[in-house]
């Protein structure tokens, strides 16, 4: 059996001192978990097949902690089986006699208990401690993470990343568990049982009849145990991934709550969560209760059975008193155990709920991925061709109705319209974060359904309007847009985006400063208009030959706006460009203005042609104040 304390210790160990502990690395090095894998779209949805799929790595590994765990189970019945024997020894002459005839025998068996028992243990629980419980857990972990993060934008807008995350975090440690009750519990006990069957059956058939009626009943026990728990531990692991997304989103969204003073809202919104979840927790420790009343009851009708059954053989004459030892000890033993095992057994199928709860996610198939032979974009020129695009996100409405629109190679392309008209949503086709309903969009005649994702997007550079940067340094920000990037570069690019100076005086809680300093969630410890720069600085750095500017200066004052402009016209040299802006003076300088409208397009051609004929954009042009596109546009939606 292994032991957790001794785990948690090694756990505590620093790498330094981890060092000088050469066994450990051995056995926590048996197996990689970061090992290559054939990635699949569509993982088993079922919980056998999907465990059987991760354990692959670990098939020999499990095997030969299946056989340490019967050995220490065989030593366990052995020493009882000796203890009764040592017993009759003891009784059958006088001490001096006992030890002539036996004394050499006690000293090997004391040799084998100091010194290859722990040898047998420390094998046994090095293998479960140090090879498997580390990197079980650490391969599902990192398989799952990689798994969600290949899913498309559309998926992750439809749950709440709290309940993502705290199923990807909790669904490895519940598949350890239920590895590590098999391997220390069940296969322990099953081969411990069999042993104890083997023991009272030599002893005296009979003996073995109370045991086996005790196990029949232990058996349908465990099965009403079983088959309650799975699913009250499912509904109570689903009911804390719920609890942990609604105290996520109150958090992400922190602002709000203390901006519309919804404190109390927020309060009552979780509690309904937390008492949903306690009432589902109460409902399973109801079933171990019960469970644990009717063992203790099995438990002493073993006892009396057993022992009794032996003192009756022995007053019969028919059993030594070693046999009542060891009938006795070994009924003791098995009472002490038998709650263990159906804990162990209990937790191991909790845990499978958990794991079925978690597959949820990550089990969920991949549905935008790569045509199979995709190759990757090869941009020459940058023209972006729309060809009878259209798409409702599944509504049969809405969105974009067949958008015919071609923007030449180096053309700087304003997209305008009111809030719905299909903007952002011709931005996310272009990058492909959906698969489109129907037609294609082109580039230098290339279906970008027909290439790979990461190349498509690797040559497109977007700004948007909410931008939201990592919670790590500036730099490491600045550097999403060019990982290889050197100092120099970096900061050059700061500077282009007005970035620079402001960056320099900045200092977080843990003493970080300049760009260094850490830009706290999604960049909330900035001001909109430094989050702004910083996103301008990555898309200058990563240098596409596709520009997107979705509101890129909207959170700008209109100084540092006049700043960023005259930075954003030169980055635009020698690039294709679509800007969607509200604020119309931002875009009047560009080649076109593409007007869209109820999914369509309404209007195409320049700044003074619009306004010259006097449509929709002439009057977006003449209500809006400061070249704004304004309320009075959006209410005439």
């Not at 006892?303 to 053989?313: K, T």
């Not at 497109?460 to 931008?467: C, E, F, T």
């Amino acid at each position: 059996m292994a032991f957790a304390p001794f785990q948690d210790y090694i756990s505590t160990l620093t790498p330094q001192n981890s060092l000088a502990f050469p066994m450990f690395r051995f056995f926590e090095n048996l197996v990689d978990p970061y090992t290559a894998y054939p990635e699949n779209d569509t993982p088993p949805r079922r919980l056998w097949p999907f465990l059987w799929d991760y354990s692959q790595p670990f098939k020999r590994l499990f095997g030969l902690t299946a056989i340490m765990s019967v050995m220490v189970a065989t030593v366990e019945i052995g020493l009882i089986y000796y203890m009764g024997r040592v017993v009759d020894l003891l009784s059958n002459g006088t001490p001096a006699q006992v030890m002539d005839a036996h004394g050499l025998e006690f000293i090997l068996m004391a040799l084998f208990i100091l010194i290859l028992r722990p040898l047998i243990q420390g094998l046994d629980v090095a293998l479960l401690n140090n090879a498997i419980l580390p990197n079980f857990g650490t391969l599902i972990r990192w398989r799952a993470h990689r798994h969600v993060l290949r899913q498309s934008v559309g998926w992750f807008e439809n749950d709440f990343a709290g309940r993502l995350a705290n199923r990807i975090m909790q669904t490895p440690p519940a598949a350890g568990d239920a590895v590590f009750q098999v391997f220390d519990a069940i296969t322990f006990s099953i081969a411990y049982l069999v042993g104890a069957a083997i023991l009272l059956t030599e002893a005296d058939p009979l003996l073995v009849v109370p045991l086996l009626v005790w196990f029949v009943l232990y058996g349908w026990l465990l099965r009403w145990t079983m088959v309650r728990v799975g699913p009250a531990s499912k509904a109570s692991s689903d009911a804390r991934s719920m609890t942990t997304g609604r105290v996520v989103d109150s958090y992400t969204n922190i602002h709000s709550v203390k901006l519309f003073a919804h404190h109390n809202n927020e309060v009552k919104y979780a509690k309904e969560a937390i008492e949903h979840t306690r009432q589902t927790f109460a409902r399973e420790m109801r079933i171990f209760t019960v469970m644990d009343v009717a063992l203790t009851a099995l438990n002493g009708l073993l006892i009396v059975a057993v022992v009794g059954w032996a003192i009756w053989l022995w007053a019969q004459g028919t059993a030594s008193v070693g046999v009542v030892a060891a009938a006795t000890a070994l009924t003791l033993r098995l009472n002490a155990m038998t709650g263990w095992i159906m804990w162990a057994v209990s937790t191991f199928f909790r845990s499978l709920g958990v794991v079925s709860e978690g597959m949820e996610t990550i089990t969920q198939p991949i549905t935008l991925v790569d045509k199979p032979g995709a190759t990757a974009l090869k941009l020459s020129k940058g023209e972006i061709r729309l060809e009878h695009l259209s798409h409702h996100f599944g509504r049969g409405s809405g969105g974009l109705d067949d958008i015919n629109l071609t923007i030449r190679p180096g053309e700087k392309v304003g997209l305008v319209g009111r809030s719905g008209a299909g903007k952002s949503s011709l931005v996310k086709l272009l990058l492909r974060f959906y698969e489109i309903e129907q037609g294609r969009i082109l580039i230098d005649d290339q279906d970008i359904a027909e290439v790979t994702q990461d190349s498509l997007r690797s040559m497109i550079g977007m700004v948007q309007q909410d931008s939201s940067l990592m919670h790590r340094s500036v730099r490491d920000n600045i550097l999403y847009g060019k990982p290889d990037a050197s100092e120099a570069e970096v900061i050059a690019a700061a500077k282009q985006a007005e970035a620079h100076d402001f960056i320099l005086e900045l200092r977080d809680p843990e003493g970080r400063h300049g760009y260094d300093a850490h830009v706290g969630e999604r960049g909330v410890k900035l001001s909109g208009g430094q989050r702004q720069r910083v996103a301008l600085a990555r898309v200058i750095l990563k240098d596409a030959p596709i520009l997107v500017l979705d509101e890129a200066t909207s959170a700008l004052d209109s100084e540092v706006e006049a700043a960023i402009l005259d930075t954003l016209y030169g980055v635009m040299q020698g690039k294709t460009v679509i800007a969607i802006a509200h604020r119309l003076s931002t875009i009047a300088q560009m080649d076109r203005i593409v007007v869209l409208d109820d999914g369509n397009v309404a209007e195409d051609g320049t700044h003074a042609d619009l306004l010259a004929k006097g449509g929709l954009y002439a009057g977006f042009w003449s209500r809006q104040s400061g070249g704004f596109l304004g309320a009075d546009t959006e209410a005439a939606e």
